[in-house]
Antibody, heavy 122, light 110 residues
Framework: EVQLVESGGGLVQPGGSLRLSCAASGFTFSSYSMDWVRQAPGKGLEWVSFISGGSDYIYYADSVKGRVTVSRDNAEKSLYLQMNSLRVEDTAVYYC???????????????WGQGTLVTVSS | QSALTQPASVSGSPGQSITISCSGTGSDVGSYSVVSWYQQHPAKAPQLMIYEDSKRPSGVSNRFSGSKSGNTASLTISGLQAEDEADYYCCSCARSGSKVFGPGTKVTVL
């Protein structure tokens, strides 16, 4: 069974930093690309970042580019999101998600974790 | 990628069919990406309902179907049931791995 368990969320002041983690199990972690997706309270889903299985390809949404860094440790089956210079508008539930590639070579998210809440407030 | 457009809400009576649209441009919903659809119940993680525009993962009811024409993708729920009441998001996925989500549609079963 595929499981994705996020941790590391919490309350942080504006300008602060936080590192989110996602522990994966139930599949060959290194064979899959992964995403971070966030959802502000009462709002829709927002894609944050993508990292390929071997960390060769990394992409970020414009809203977080330059402030966040995604990384992974395939030996530990873990995904990370280092967030710096946090803003009030970064307050959201952050989901770790697994990508699968379809027959046309396009990735799509097939599994999601339960999310971890990040609150940026003074 | 450009922003996607979805109706804020769609409603229907039990047993009816409803369709949720997801409109974009040629650079997202068009020829250079594929669309997936996600269902999200309150306080729950999203769940994949449709991928590659029209394919249904195993375990998802065949009452859910997807299609795409030009720059508009659609999710149809037939035989609407109370458990279908949820938020639905389309997602345009580029071959590179970057993605953009639609704003979401709240489905209400009357």
């Amino acid at each position: 069974e595929v499981q994705l368990v996020e941790s590391g969320g919490g309350l942080v002041q504006p300008g602060g930093s936080l590192r989110l983690s996602c522990a994966a199990s139930g599949f060959t972690f290194s064979s899959y690309s992964m995403d971070w997706v966030r959802q502000a309270p009462g709002k829709g889903l927002e894609w944050v970042s993508f990292i390929s299985g071997g960390s060769d390809y990394i992409y970020y949404a414009d809203s977080v580019k330059g402030r966040v860094t995604v990384s992974r440790d395939n030996a530990e089956k873990s995904l990370y999101l280092q967030m710096n210079s946090l803003r009030v508008e970064d307050t959201a539930v952050y989901y770790c998600a697994r990508d699968r590639t379809d027959s046309s070579g396009y990735p799509y998210i097939d599994y999601w974790g339960q999310g971890t809440l990040v609150t940026v407030s003074s | 990628q450009s922003a996607l457009t979805q109706p804020a809400s769609v409603s229907g009576s039990p047993g009816q069919s409803i369709t949720i649209s997801c409109s974009g441009t040629g650079s997202d919903v068009g020829s250079y990406s594929v669309v997936s659809w996600y269902q999200q119940h309150p306080a729950k993680a999203p769940q994949l309902m449709i991928y590659e525009d029209s394919k249904r993962p195993s375990g998802v009811s065949n009452r859910f179907s997807g299609s795409k024409s030009g720059n508009t993708a659609s999710l149809t729920i037939s035989g609407l049931q109370a458990e279908d009441e949820a938020d639905y998001y389309c997602c345009s996925c580029a071959r590179s791995g970057s993605k953009v989500f639609g704003p979401g549609t709240k489905v209400t079963v009357l």
